[in-house]
């Protein structure tokens, strides 16, 4: 089981850049790198996936390592909407094999 | 395309009452998953569903039964409720079990207090 290591919380300001890390020191060949991101009162909502290198969609990049045992979410220009908590899962085949965690509570201020 | 749907959206029980979660999603996903979630907490897997016709435990599955009525709907079941389950609980799917098409949707949640 890929444990995963986030900070608690993160604070940021608008328009600024965040980036924030997991570690995942056993991870291992076949596991996936996925974000959801949680709103107050709402279920979690996938963010980005990667297995390696660099990913990019219209909301975030994924950077990871080559050795893999840690990985960076990117927001760029945060605004107050994307305070949030992030969950970063490890996992792959065998899906009871993700943990969910207690993620890091972005908070964005003005 | 209304994605995932729970009911009820409240509720609350008296300890030792029953009651069943209904969820259902119309996005004709194979893998659906219950979740609950305490304050202040990441999400625990209560059961899971690879595909129509199978259940499986997760990390928390004492005091809950689940039925997978059909590819659907996915409903929990608590048979005697006790005050430790108070809680918010997630219903969620996805196309598969592996990457890359486990990305889960979830529903808005029910959020149950047992006094």
């Known amino acids: 089981l890929a444990k995963t290591t986030q900070p608690i919380s993160m604070d940021s300001y608008e328009g600024q850049e965040v980036n924030i890390t997991c570690s995942h020191n056993n991870i291992a060949t076949n596991d996936y790198i996925t974000w959801y991101q949680q709103f107050p009162s709402q279920g979690p909502r996938f963010i980005i996936q990667?297995?390696?290198t660099k990913v990019t969609n219209e909301v975030a990049s994924l950077f990871i390592p080559a050795d893999r045992k840690s990985s960076t979410l990117s927001l760029p220009r945060v605004s107050l909407s994307d305070t949030a908590v992030y969950y970063c899962l490890v996992g792959a085949t065998g899906f009871q094999k993700l943990v969910f965690g207690t993620g890091t509570r972005l908070l964005v201020s003005p | 395309n209304a994605g995932v749907t729970q009911t009820p959206k409240f509720q609350v029980l008296k300890t030792g009452q029953s009651m069943t979660l209904q969820c259902a999603q119309d996005m004709n996903h194979n893998s659906m998953y219950w979740y609950r979630q305490d304050p202040g907490m990441g999400l625990r897997l209560i059961y899971y569903s690879a595909s129509e016709g199978t259940t499986d435990k997760g990390e928390v599955p004492n005091g809950y039964n689940v039925s997978r009525l059909n590819k659907r709907e996915f409903s929990l079941r608590l048979e005697s409720a006790a005050p430790s389950q108070t809680s918010v609980y997630f219903c969620a799917s996805s196309e598969g079990l592996a990457p890359p098409n486990y990305e889960q949707y979830f529903g808005p949640g029910t959020r149950l207090t047992v006094t």
């Open positions: 990667g297995y390696k």
